[in-house]
């Protein structure tokens, strides 16, 4: 039987920092300017004061410290309060694929292959820069890869799934090599003038290289196991922006264009999904709690991880057996359990289990059982 191994990962990190105290002061000045052009307003209570920010409550609800942006200054500047990003001439470089390069060319190296060793590109993420051509087929060319290249959209969950994907097409004997890479700029989906959200994302790309074992030639390598995906339909994330918005005559710059989200509802109604996926697929594998070494969850909510590795492994996990990203880089939707896949295995031995966990938007979540070989 063919046997899938991870060969390779990469991982780009945008130049600008934004910790929580940079962010809240924008948003504080951006809502004491809000406030002042509508003084009349509040006065005669015809409207609500807007509530200022704060990063300690930041810190408390989501461990969220610190995230990476392509685009600090548009996202710092109270008088425009989004990323600015420049757009592109059909002959330059599309900005995801530029991140997709930096991250994919690591993600080679470590596999220790070419880029026209791969046959299969998968760009896998919540938005896309434009609908077509497909942004693996410009990484494919940018490269230098063989095969075939197609973009997929899972939110949160797109990583997983594009390895189960691209696990699949390995095992039909269809391709050999496989790129998966995740280029998320939440950054530009996220309304920073939302007190409740607009601390939750940040910007990354990572990279994975996949092969059949039978040809791979680096000498770390990840077995995967088993992988199980689920879906179950839910507005409680949604982000309504899409092709349609031009010909519904809806306002394209209606909030509900951007990432909206019930913070809360997704706490409690998404922990319990996941722990009840992960535990179905160890039992499927016949594992056990015990048998797993790490566990890289989708970075999205400090406490929400806690809850998982609690219900999972029937104790509290320590921070070597279920690594946190997201202090430093905030929710990075895909990327982030790739993240901690990419920083947080050195000191796994031959034999030992993970488990990289994605949950989010959909509702979807992914489990992708691997053993280091
Ligand atoms: C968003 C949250 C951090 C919010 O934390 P809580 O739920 O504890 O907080 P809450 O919204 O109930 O608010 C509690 C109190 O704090 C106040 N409050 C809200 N925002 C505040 C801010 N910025 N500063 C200070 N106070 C604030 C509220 O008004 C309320 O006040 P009062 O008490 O006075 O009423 C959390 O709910 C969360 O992370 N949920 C899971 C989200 C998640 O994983 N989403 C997936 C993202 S999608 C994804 O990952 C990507 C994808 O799929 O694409």
């Known amino acids: 039987m063919t046997q899938v191994v991870i060969t390779g990962t990469g991982l780009y ?10 962010l809240v002061k924008a948003f504080n000045a951006w809502a004491k ?3 002042d052009r509508h003084a009349d307003a509040i006065a005669a209570g015809e409207r609500e004061a807007l509530e200022y920010s704060s990063s300690a409550f930041i810190e408390k609800a989501s461990g969220i410290k610190n995230r990476y942006v392509l685009d600090a200054d548009g996202i710092l500047d109270p008088q425009r309060m989004r990323p600015h990003l420049p757009e592109r001439g059909n002959d330059e470089p599309s900005i995801q694929c530029e991140m997709a390069l930096d991250a994919a060319r690591q993600a080679l190296a470590s596999a220790g292959i070419e880029a026209d060793d791969i046959e299969l590109v998968i760009v896998a993420c919540s938005n896309l820069e434009r609908a077509y051509p497909a942004v693996a087929v410009e990484l494919q060319q940018a490269l230098g890869a063989g095969g075939y290249g197609f973009d997929m959209n ?3 969950s797109s990583a ?11 095992t039909s004997g269809s391709v050999k090599r496989a790129l998966i890479v995740n280029p998320e700029i939440c950054s530009a989906h996220l309304n920073f003038c939302d007190r409740d959200s607009h601390f939750i994302f940040g910007d990354a790309c990572t990279a994975m290289v996949l092969e059949n074992d039978a ?9 995967i196991l088993g992988t199980r995906l689920v879906t179950q339909f839910s507005n409680a994330i949604r982000n309504n922006a899409g092709f349609l918005n031009r010909v519904t005559d809806a306002d394209p710059n209606a909030l509900d264009k951007l990432f909206v989200q019930e913070g809360r509802r997704v706490f409690k109604e998404v922990c319990p999904l996941v722990a009840r996926l992960l535990c179905a697929h160890l039992a ?7 048998d797993v070494s790490r566990l890289w969850l989708h ?18 996990p320590g921070p070597e057996q279920a690594p946190v990203i997201l202090d430093r880089y905030a929710n990075t939707s895909s990327a982030g359990s790739i993240i901690a896949f990419h920083l947080h295995r050195d000191s796994l031995v031959r034999g030992d289990i993970g488990i990289i966990c994605s949950f989010g938007a959909g509702y979807s979540a992914g489990s992708v059982v691997m053993q280091k070989a």
């Open 284 to 290: 499927s594998l016949e594992l056990g709690a015990e």
């Open 160 to 170: 997983t799934f594009a390895l189960e994907t691209a696990a699949n097409a390995i």
């Open 215 to 223: 040809v791979a030639r680096a000498e770390e390598r990840y077995a």
């Open 154 to 156: 899972v939110a949160c």
């Open 33 to 35: 300017a809000e406030n």
């Open 13 to 22: 990190t945008p130049a600008h920092a934004v910790d929580n105290e940079a």
């Open 299 to 316: 970075q999205a909510n400090q406490n929400m991880n806690d809850l998982i590795a609690r219900k999972v492994l029937g104790a509290n």
